[in-house]
Structure formats: C-alpha cells, structure tokens
C-alpha cells in the first residue's frame, strides 16, 4: 500500500488556499488532467479527466472529511471503474497551515494496489508522486 507525502508552500493566507483547492469547481485550474468537474455536492464531486488516448475518463470522489480550513480528505469511488482492475484503495489527504509568509500545503495520496498491479508498485509511486508534485504547483498558480 504505497503512501506517497508531497509539502510545498504557497504564498498566500490558509483560508485563501483552502478556498480553491476545497472547491471542486478549481479543481481543472491545479489539480492534473482534469477537464472539467460535474456533479458536486458537499458529498463528493466527478471528474472528467483527460485519457491517455484523448478520451474523456469520468472518475467518482467522494468526501471522508472536511475540517476547514485545515484538512480535506477524499477518495475515488473505484466499483465499476476502469480503476478498479489496479487499484483496491485510493485515498487523498489535503493539509494547509499557516507557515510564516503563507501556507505549507502537504498532500498525501495512499493507494492499494490490486492483483497483478502489485508488481508495479514503485511504477505506481512514481506517478503518484509526479502527480501531486503537479498539483502542488498547480495549486501555486491558481491561487497566486
């Protein structure tokens, strides 16, 4: 079960940040691949995601916790999914607090990988981790 930590700064006040990365509306300006977003309520959100072979890719969130303006955690809905055949598990954390001149921004993405995924869990990590490096700078630009 990879866990993979990504911290960042960003130059701007906690409850500015938290403003657009806790709105799934911002998601397609920081967070990586995403289109568009669709269906939000305080229970969870869709995304439309860009495949990699240009297609459209709807994947499913749904909220665990919301403590503004502090931590957001969320996970895909994976039953019925093309997801579903690689990961068992996939779950996100958000974490914003004061840091001086701003906001220190950890992400912290946990996935179970499933049946012959397993073998491919550094590959896995890798771009969980380019992911959330992506979005950390994302979140950067949208917000500043």
Same mark, same amino acid.
Request: glycine fraction near 8%; proline fraction near 5%; charged fraction near 25%.
């Given at each position: 079960?990879p866990?993979?930590?990504?911290?960042?700064?960003?130059?701007a006040?906690?409850?500015?940040?938290?403003d657009?990365a806790?709105?799934?509306?911002?998601?397609?300006?920081?967070?990586?691949?995403?289109?568009?977003?669709?269906?939000?309520?305080?229970? *969870?959100?869709?995304?439309?995601?860009?495949?990699?072979?240009?297609?459209?890719?709807?994947?499913?969130?749904?909220?665990?916790?919301?403590d503004?303006?502090?931590?957001?955690?969320?996970?895909?809905?994976l039953v019925?999914t093309?997801?579903?055949?690689?990961?068992?598990?996939?779950?996100?954390?958000?974490?914003?607090?004061?840091?001086g001149?701003?906001?220190?921004?950890?992400?912290?993405?946990t996935?179970?990988?499933?049946?012959?995924?397993?073998?491919?869990?550094?590959?896995?990590?890798?771009?969980?981790a380019?992911?959330?490096?992506?979005?950390?700078s *994302?979140?950067?630009?949208?917000?500043?």
């Open positions: 079960m866990t993979i930590r990504r911290s960042g700064h960003v130059a006040d906690v409850q500015t940040v938290w657009v806790a709105d799934p509306h911002h998601r397609p300006r920081w967070w990586p691949n995403v289109q568009r977003v669709e269906e939000v309520s305080s229970l *969870g959100w869709t995304e439309v995601l860009q495949g990699e072979r240009g297609r459209p890719v709807r994947a499913d969130f749904t909220v665990l916790v919301s503004a303006p502090s931590r957001l955690e969320w996970q895909q809905e019925d093309p997801f579903e055949r690689i990961l068992a598990g996939s779950e996100t954390e958000l974490l914003l607090s004061e840091d001149s701003g906001t220190r921004v950890e992400l912290v993405a996935r179970k990988l499933r049946g012959m995924a397993l073998f491919g869990g550094m590959l896995v990590r890798r771009a969980t380019k992911q959330l490096d992506e979005a950390l *994302g979140l950067a630009r949208a917000v500043g």
